[in-house]
C-alpha cells in the first residue's frame, strides 16, 4: 500500500480529542481513526466525505500543526511524525495548506505582497527585496493584479484571498499540497482557472495534493485517487474513476446521489441515510455508519469494518460489500 | 405579487471606488431568489448593505428600497435584522462566531433576546435548532467553542442562529459550501419548510449552480457591482438573455457531464477600473462597438430581464 517513492505516507493515522462532557465527565472523540493511505509523486488524493468526519483534522495531523495520539506521517520518505524544532521549520517549505476558510490563510494586518513573500522568508531565508518579483508573478499566475499585492485581506472578497492563499502555498515549490476546500468560495470560471492552474502547476513541478472537498463534480475532474471518510474512518478509497463509476460502500452510494446538478429539471435524491447521525463520541467498535446504513444487519453494531481490497486498488470497509 | 424586499439603484462606494453601481432585485413572499455571480461582483455587499453590515468607511445610495412595503433606510437596517425580521448567515462562519464564546451561548442570547425565553426555554430550543440542522451531539456542540467544531458545523450552527428569530426574510451568504452534499440537502430542505411554513422568503448566495437549480425559483446573476440578468431559473438555464449568465451557466453544465473546467477570457475587473459601458464587453463573445459606447438597455423577455445590447434571443422586446 505504501513504497519508498510516496511523497507522502499515513500509517494509522489517528487524532484522538478528549472532550468534557460535564464537570467531571470526559469523553473521547475519535476525530481520526486509523487512517492509513498514501500519495505518489505527481497525484492528487482526493479526500470527500461528510461534514465533521476528520478532514480538516487530516489535514492539520499531516502538516504537523497538531499532534497525532498514534500512528506516522513520512513526508518524501521521512517520518515526520515526532519531528520538532528547526528540523519541522525546514520540511515546512516541502509541505503546504491552503485553508477551508481563505481567510484563515492570510494576517489581517499584513498585506498581501507579505503574506505571499512569508514562506520565501521563513523556509528559504530569502530578503524581502529578492521575494518581491516572485511574488508579483506568483499573484499574476493565480490570476491576481501586482496591485494587489498592497492590499489587506479585508479588502479581499472571498475568491481573491483564495487566490491569495494558492499563490502563498505554492511559492516555495513544495512537494505536497493540502487544499482544503480550495475552490468552494470560487465562481464557475475562476473556480475553473483554479483547476486548470492546479493542475498545470501538478504537471510542471510534480505536486502531490491532498485534495479536500465536497464538490464532487470537482473532485471527479481533478482526482486520481479517492478516499471517503465517515465518523474519522475512511470507508471506501480507491481510483478516483472506479469509485465514480461503482461506489460499494452505503455512504459512498448516499453521497453520490445526494449531489445535485446544474439543471432544474433534474430532482436530487433527497432519501438516502435513515434517521439521526450516531453520537462522535465514545462510539461502539462495530460500522460507524450503523443506525444510519440501509442495508445494516445486526451484527454491524459490533463488529469492527477493515477496508478490504475488492479489486486492484479499490478498497471497501463493509463486509456486505466484499 | 407585490415583493418582500425591493431595492432599485443600490450604490456603494468605498473609499472612492464604486463597489455596487446600481443594483436592482426584488425577492418575493414564498420564493428563493438565488444570487449568483463572479467572485468579487458585490453579492456579499449587496447582503451586507440590506443589513446594515457595511465597513464603517463605505458610503451608500439608492433609489427606492421597501422591506414588506414600507420604506426602510439600508442604513438603519439593523434594527430590521436584529429585531428578527431578517435572518442572516454570513459567508465566513468561523469568523462570524465569538471566539470566546461558547456556541450554545450564543445560540441562547440570540433566542432570549429575540424571542424574550427564559434561560431554560432558550437551552431547549437551542438544543433542537441544532437537531434541525443536522448536527450530531448537540449537547456536546452546545458546550463547545467555535474552534472545536468544523468548518461545516460552525456553518450549521450559523443557519441555526439566523432561523432563531422565525425571520420573515433569510439571506444566506454560501450557506452550504462547508456542507457534504447529504447534509446540504437535508439543510435546503430544512430552509425550504422554514419558507413555506412562514410565508418568509429566501436570499441564497451561492456559486454552486447545482443548489440554485435545486432550490431557487429565481436567479439573480451579478456582474461588477450590478445584477446583469433576473429571471426564472428555468429560463436562466434554459438560455440566459445575458452572455455572461448565459456562459456562467454553460462552463457549470459542462463541467457536470464530464467535460473540462472552461474559463470566460480576460480578467475579472476590480472596482475603480475603467470600465466599458457595458463592464463585460471586453470579455464578451458578442460585443460590438455599440456596447463600448452606450449603456446596454434592459431588456425583457419570457420571464428574464438582462441589460445588454445583443442578448442571445432572437424576438427581443425593449423596455
Ligand atoms: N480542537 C478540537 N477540539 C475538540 N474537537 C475537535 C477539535 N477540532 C476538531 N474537533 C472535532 O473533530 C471532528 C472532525 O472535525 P474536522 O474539522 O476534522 O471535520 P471535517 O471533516 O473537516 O468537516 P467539514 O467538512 O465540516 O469541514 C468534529 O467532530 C470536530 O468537532
Ligand atoms: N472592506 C473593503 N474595502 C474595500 N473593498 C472591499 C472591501 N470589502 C470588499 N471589497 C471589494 O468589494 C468588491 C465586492 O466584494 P464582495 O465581497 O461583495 O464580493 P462577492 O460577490 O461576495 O464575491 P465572492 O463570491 O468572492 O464572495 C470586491 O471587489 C472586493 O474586493
Ligand atoms: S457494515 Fe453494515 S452498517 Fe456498515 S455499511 Fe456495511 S452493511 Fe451498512
Ligand atoms: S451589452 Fe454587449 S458586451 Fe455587454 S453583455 Fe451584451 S453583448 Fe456583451
Ligand atoms: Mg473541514
Ligand atoms: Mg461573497
Redesign the pocket.
Known sequence: MTGPTDTLALRDLTKIFRIKTGTFRHADLRAVDDVSVSITPGRTLAVVGESGSGKTTLARLILRLIDPTQGSIRLEGTDITQMKGAALEDMRGRMQIVFQDPYDSLSPWQTVGRTVAEPLLLHENMSRQDATGPVAAMLERVGLSPEHARRYP???????AQRVGIARAMITNPALVVLDEPTS???MSVQSQILLLLQSLQEERNISYLFISHDLTVVRYIAHDLAVMYLGKVVESGPAAEVFASPRHPYTEALLKAAPRPDPHYKTDHVHLLGEQPSALDRAPGCPLFGRCPIAEDVCADMPQELVEIEAGHRVACWKRT | MSALLELHGLEVE??G?P?LRGVDLEVRPGEILGVV??????????A?SILDLL?A??RLSFDTCTFGGEDFIPARARQLARGHRIGFVP?RPRGSLNPVFRVGKQIVDTLRRLRGMTRKEAKDEALSLLRSVRITDPERVYRSYPHELSGGMCQRVCIAIALAGEPELIIA??PTTGLDVTIQAEILKLLGEVIAEHNAAGML?T?DLGVVADVCDRVAV?YA?RVINLGTTVEIYREALHPYANQLVSIASSLDSGGTPQEIPGRVP??GDDLAACAFAPRCFRAEDDCFQEEPPLVHIEGQMAFCHHPLTSEVVSA
Open positions: 479585508h479588502e479581499l472578497s472571498g475568491g481573491q468560495s470560487l465562481d | 468605498i473609499e471606488l463597489i455571480g463572479e467572485t468579487g461582483a458585490g453579492k456579499s455587499m449587496t451586507r465597513p468607511k463605505a459567508q451568504d454560501e448566495i456559486h451579478m457591482g476590480n472596482p
